[in-house]
């Protein structure tokens, strides 16, 4: 009893040591934090699940100032394999066992560091090779709620995190009773650090099981852009000072203005990184840099696609002429190697390609001028992805077939269906989707042998898993795209793919609690006048360019290509960016963009554009992020096994839909006689890349308060305009534009 009162009188006297520095976080601070955020030192409690052999931590604080408590706490599941039991009286034996901890139990884990897991790829690890998966919140740049982590991955031989994190239009009040507005970027990403600090932590002192080296950020929409720009930031200092001002672990200032990045691990000083091994990113919505051009240029690509008015359509067009200048500013190259793909059409795949975009209206007139080695491996990574599509067909399962009449086949005749014969099928629209027990995203990642040319095999999935049960996810389709910016289709929790359970999906904009229709023929709802909403704009940028408290750029911070292969950034061994096809919250040359950065600097990159998948698709054809985790670990870890995909199990009944819904692509993809798959950039872009993603249509107020631009706000608004490249537009061609304008 007296241990215990000792103990919990020094915790205090740590939090009130860590309070009274407030946000000054500085290498004197370092012994109380460190005390403060050691699980010993914590009122820790935990849960065993008997039916996924889990021991689940309740939610803890990761940081030591948190500005709002309930978004910045964490929440870990360890495998029961890892754990002996529950230590009660903190004299190191287990007084508590699987056998009988089936209630909340307090006190410390005793860790089996000779135990083992197989997951179900056929990976081995144990409680210190196990990776641990970051589920990264953030649904539409959004709060997420703290939440206890799920078992999702314990089968799996995996360290699962949950962490909750500030976002727009998060406030608090302080000591003057004044709303102050907390949630502007880089809090996500900072509070998503910090978490990811505290575990790293207490993996080091022992007090939680896992590796520090092999952490793998995952989350979809606004959760895939931080997991993608969690590992494009990998511990660089630019984000030091947000993680300083909530008191996190691991880093501290020096009075010098230097930092501080290690922690005392039974005396010794040990570097304690923010960063990661890899990332799955579902449809990422990042870069926000080059979004609106880039979404812009998309569009303009499509000789037949019919604008809302003529001010977006005359705006669309000088967005793609900033687009191509912007990005051959950028001297791009790429292997073609590393990609797969002969750019240069000399018949070898070993060559060094600049990316450029050209414009020629009479060599490209089908594609409104634009052509080039860009748009070049644009069109190739979608043709890569329908040839993986059609060739992996033979792991679908629960569909239903068609013949040319319509009727649905037999069971024998499903059975005996080629892989040739489904791929006709599957061109001619022949077929309906199984509609329960679809992998969930954040479950999921391509093996080694999907699309982009990368080579190597992977093992069987996990198709059906998804946090919550095998019925939470519900079939994602084009259709589920016509939700608001920043919204999740209805019937799904929180952001597909993470946690999921706190995160609050909420668009915002000054004046309204959500962004105009991407059909309404208004080109701006929020202003009266072309010189209002000019100078609104003028005023916004001129703000976010004068930089934060920290004299940070905020736009610069969120931009992920800032950061990948910069000076003071942990380069990532691998990433992984999967959108849908008919994507309709981002622009697909924004995760291309990603990819060829990554790529250029070291990191294994690919990019998974899932034919018929919308916006933050679900895992398909065999897919799970475990057996993309277990392959990645066989390819980088000494000593690991190479892990190879099950053969595929054919389906032998056919579903029981009563009628075909698959899209029509016969008129324009054409199957060779060795079944390879091939089109046009004209026809993609006309016939499925922006009809199936109307979602995207750059109507001028989806680029003026819309999914990219909520995350900048200010103590009274929780949007601001931010494109240098929209002002730029709005400026240089006022003379044209402003006519237009209504």
């Not at 604008?307 to 967005?319: C, D, P, R, V, Y």
């Not at 919550?468 to 389709?477: C, I, K, L, N, V």
């Not at 980088?636 to 819904?661: I, L, P």
Request: with cysteine; glycine share 12%.
């Amino acid at each position: 009893m007296k241990k215990g009162f000792a103990v919990l009188l020094m915790l205090v006297m740590a939090l009130v040591s860590c309070a009274c520095m407030a946000e000054s976080g500085t290498v004197s601070d370092k012994e109380a934090i460190e005390y403060a955020l050691n699980l010993k030192n914590m009122d820790q409690e935990w849960t065993y699940s008997d039916s996924s052999d889990a021991w689940t931590l309740s939610i803890v604080t990761a940081v030591t100032q948190p500005v709002i408590p309930d978004k910045e706490g964490v929440s870990v599941c360890v495998p029961g394999a890892y754990v002996k039991g529950i230590d009660t009286d903190g004299d190191g034996t287990a007084d508590v066992t699987a056998g009988n901890g089936n209630e909340a139990v307090k006190g410390s884990l005793v860790i089996d560091y000779e135990a083992s897991v197989t997951s179900t790829n056929g990976q081995m690890y144990t409680a210190a090779t196990a990776p641990v998966i970051l589920n990264t919140g953030a649904a539409g740049y959004g709060s997420s709620t703290n939440t206890t982590a799920s078992a999702t991955y314990a089968a799996e031989g995996y360290i699962n995190v949950a962490c909750g994190n500030r976002g727009k239009q998060d406030s608090y009040t302080d000591d003057s009773g004044n709303t102050v507005y907390t949630g502007d970027a880089p809090s996500c990403l900072a509070d998503q650090k910090a978490a990811a600090r505290f575990v790293k932590y207490n993996i080091l002192l022992g007090n939680l099981p896992g590796s520090v080296d092999y952490w793998v950020s995952t989350g979809g929409s606004g959760g895939g852009a931080h997991a993608a720009m969690f590992a494009a930031t990998s511990n660089h200092p630019d984000f030091y000072d947000y993680q300083i001002a909530v008191g996190a672990v691991g880093v501290y200032r020096n009075e010098d203005g230097t930092y501080t990045t290690t922690v005392n691990v039974n005396g010794d000083e040990v570097e304690l990184s923010d960063g990661a091994w890899g990332c799955v990113a579902y449809s990422a919505i990042t870069s926000l840099y080059e979004a609106d051009m880039a979404m812009a240029f998309e569009y303009t690509l499509n000789t037949d696609y019919a604008f809302n008015t003529e001010f977006q359509k005359e705006l669309a067009g000088i967005l793609s002429r900033e687009y191509m200048e912007y990005i051959n500013g950028q001297n791009l190259t790429v292997e073609e190697e590393k990609v797969g793909f002969d750019l240069n059409s000399d018949g070898e795949i070993k060559d060094t390609v600049p990316l450029r975009i050209e414009y020629d209206t009479e060599k490209y007139a089908d594609t409104n001028g634009y052509g080039g080695t860009y748009l070049d491996l644009y069109l190739a990574e979608f043709v890569s992805n329908l040839q993986w599509y059609v060739d992996s067909l033979d792991y679908a399962d629960g569909w239903t077939w068609f013949d040319a009449d319509g009727n649905a086949l037999s069971d024998e005749a499903v059975a005996a269906m080629t892989t040739a014969e489904k791929t006709a099928a599957f061109i001619e629209g022949r077929y309906t989707k199984a509609s329960a027990g679809r992998g969930g995203p954040g479950m999921g990642g391509r093996g080694m042998g999907g699309p982009g040319g990368h080579g190597g095999m992977m093992p069987q999935g996990m198709d059906g898993a998804f946090p919550g049960g095998p019925d939470a996810a519900p079939e994602m389709t084009a259709e589920m795209n016509g939700a608001l910016p920043g919204e999740v289709p209805s019937g799904m929790t929180g952001a597909a793919g993470t946690e999921g359970s706190g995160d609050e999906m909420i668009v915002g904009t000054p004046d309204a609690g959500s962004t105009q229709s991407a059909s309404s023929t208004a080109n701006s709802s929020n202003y009266g006048s072309y010189e209002e909403m000019l100078a609104a704009y003028q005023a916004d940028i001129e703000e976010i360019r004068a930089g934060d408290a920290y004299g940070r750029n905020l736009v610069d911070l969120y931009n992920p290509l800032n950061y990948i292969g910069a000076e003071g950034t942990e380069t990532p061994v691998w990433a992984r960016i999967v959108c849908g096809a008919a994507e309709g919250d981002i622009a697909m040359f924004n995760s291309l963009n990603m990819e060829i950065a990554w790529l250029n600097h070291g990191t294994d990159a690919v990019t998974e554009w899932q034919w018929d998948g919308g916006h933050v698709p679900s895992e398909t054809l065999g897919n799970s992020l475990a057996l993309y985790v277990d392959q990645m670990f066989g390819r980088y870890v000494d000593g690991a096994a190479a892990v190879e995909k099950a053969a595929a199990v054919k389906q032998t009944a056919n579903g029981t839909s009563e009628s075909a819904s698959g899209t029509d692509l016969s008129s324009w993809v054409t199957r060779g006689e060795d079944g390879t798959v091939s089109f046009t950039l004209s026809d993609v872009m006309r016939n499925y890349r922006t009809k199936g993603a109307s979602k995207a249509t750059p109507a001028f107020d989806i680029i003026d308060y819309g999914q990219e631009d909520y995350v900048f706000g200010s103590a009274s608004k929780d949007a601001r305009h931010w494109s240098v490249w929209v002002l730029r537009a709005l400026e240089e061609n006022k003379e044209t534009l402003e006519p237009l304008f209504k």
